[in-house]
């Protein structure tokens, strides 16, 4: 078992941390549905009038290219890891932005590319049986289609294996570099859109701003995809100290290195990590500390559920490790109340442990529900035994009966271990039907949507 002293450092540090903010979401989607608007006014502005049936398909067709072509940049924002979506809106809500807003971009694409073939085609005095060979003619003719059909092909593709029962057949690492190909789709269809959209050509205010747009959206990957984890690697230096077998199928990983405290990392907060041994090089996977970040010391515990987390358990002493991040929302800042009962869900007990170890608090303010399969599953067990007993903090456990029969956890159950539940803040984390269910629990016995913290993933 592994053991990480310095719990009462490590709620200074959380203190003076605590700077409770509103999320940004809300105006985040105000400027969405702004720059929506924006380019429909833009369409709107440069439409004339529409007789013939073969131009209000064209003109269809230019209205969900400017939409995908918004969104795509859009898209591409999402991936950027831009410290004020990922550790303010939370990594979790801007994943689930990023897969809603891929959907609507592919369609709009798709629907842009049959809608103006179809249109030319019509227009052309041609059948709706020739659309092919006016989507080839359009290829060959007109500038930049060529790499624009590459990227739509790319585009439709990653949708394809991003579909549910699809992706769950592909090896996580495969499908995650796969996705980077969003970044050369997003490339080669930027440019047929400044070199044949109609509203570029007649408003050249337009194209200075698809211009800005892109660039931004460009500038801001470059930095945080690039940039700022090359400056965090170059100034930590993070190494593997030891990897300890915690229980069956689960194991904890130290890394030591240099001045990690300044890495901005936060009980609760996540990485991606990479280690640079044999097999494990191309491979980044995201785990949450399990106990604050020290100075010198950093630690994740990870069940073994995957070829990559299996592989862990074979970590030597001194290999290296690149990290990106820190990453996520669930922080002690979310806090606004006094009580906090934390709610973990298997794996999900890793952040919730840290933020049980640093969370302020007195006596009788902090609770733990730990959800498992059986108490052999209950992963830092004595530490948190511990964690308890020195703060003076309640901890409870919901595993399996010996028949296999799941614990109770609903609004009446919930009201009868704590009472006072409506008063209380809560951190939840764990699978996304075990957190699903929890919320829906937690709701049902009285605390507010506001009070209720959550991040879940689904690798």
């Known amino acids: 078992m592994s053991t990480i002293a310095g719990g009462r450092a490590a709620r200074r540090q959380t203190l003076r941390r605590i700077r409770p903010r509103r999320s940004p979401a809300v105006p985040l989607l105000i400027a969405f549905w702004a720059g929506a608007a924006a380019v429909v006014w833009l369409w709107w ?15 269809a067709g230019r209205i969900t290219g400017l939409l995908g072509g918004y969104l795509m940049a859009l898209v591409v924002l999402q991936m950027a890891r831009v410290p004020a ?12 932005w990023h897969a809603m807003t891929g959907r609507y971009t592919l369609c709009l694409v798709v629907a842009h590319v049959v809608l103006t073939m179809y249109g030319y085609a019509l227009q052309a005095g041609l059948t709706h049986t020739a659309i092919l060979q006016q989507t080839i003619d359009s290829i060959n003719q007109l500038p930049d289609m060529g790499k624009a059909a590459i990227g739509t092909g790319l585009l439709v593709f990653i949708g394809l294996i991003s579909i549910g029962p699809v992706r ?4 996580y690492d495969v499908w995650y570099h796969t996705h980077l190909l969003t970044y050369a789709a997003t490339f080669l269809t ?8 109609n509203e570029f050509a007649v408003t050249p205010a337009a194209k200075t701003g698809w211009y800005v747009l892109y660039g931004s959206v460009t500038a801001l990957v470059v930095w945080y995809r ?63 500390l399990s106990a604050a970040p020290r100075p010198n010391m950093l630690r994740i515990t990870v069940k073994a559920i995957g070829d990559h987390s299996s592989a862990l358990r074979d970590l030597e002493p001194g290999t290296r490790v690149w990290a990106e991040g820190p990453y996520g929302a669930l922080t002690a800042g979310k806090r606004s109340r006094g009580k ?30 730990y959800r498992a399969n059986s108490t052999q599953d209950l992963a830092l067990w004595d530490e948190l035994a511990q964690i308890a007993q020195e703060r003076g903090a309640r901890l409870m456990y919901a595993v399996n009966s010996p028949e296999g029969e799941r614990p109770d956890i609903s609004p009446d159950s919930l009201r009868r271990k704590i009472p006072d539940i409506e008063r209380h803040d809560v951190f939840l ?31």
């Open 85 to 96: 979506l990922e550790r303010r809106v939370g990594s979790d809500r801007v994943a689930r």
């Open 168 to 171: 769950k057949r592909i090896p």
């Open 340 to 369: 906090v009962l934390l709610v973990a869900g298997g794996v999900g007990i890793t952040p919730m442990r840290a933020l049980f170890e640093t969370l302020p608090g007195a006596a009788g303010d902090l609770t733990l529900l």
């Open 226 to 288: 690039i940039f700022t984890p090359i400056r965090l690697n170059l100034r930590h230096r993070l190494r593997v100290e030891a990897v300890i077998e915690e229980s069956p199928g689960i194991v904890s990983v130290l890394m030591s290195g240099r001045r990690l405290h300044r890495m901005g990392a936060e009980a609760g907060q996540f990485f991606r990590w990479r280690f640079l041994a044999p097999g494990m090089r191309f491979s980044s996977h995201p785990y949450s």
């Open 45 to 59: 502005d440069n439409t004339p009038s529409i007789a013939d049936q073969g131009s209000k398909l064209v003109n």
């Open 429 to 459: 984390c764990g699978p996304p039907g075990f957190a699903q269910g929890v919320y829906e629990a937690l709701r049902g016995a009285g605390v507010p949507t506001r009070r209720i913290h959550h991040e879940s993933f689904e690798m």
């Open 190 to 197: 930027f440019w047929h859109q400044i070199s044949t959209g």
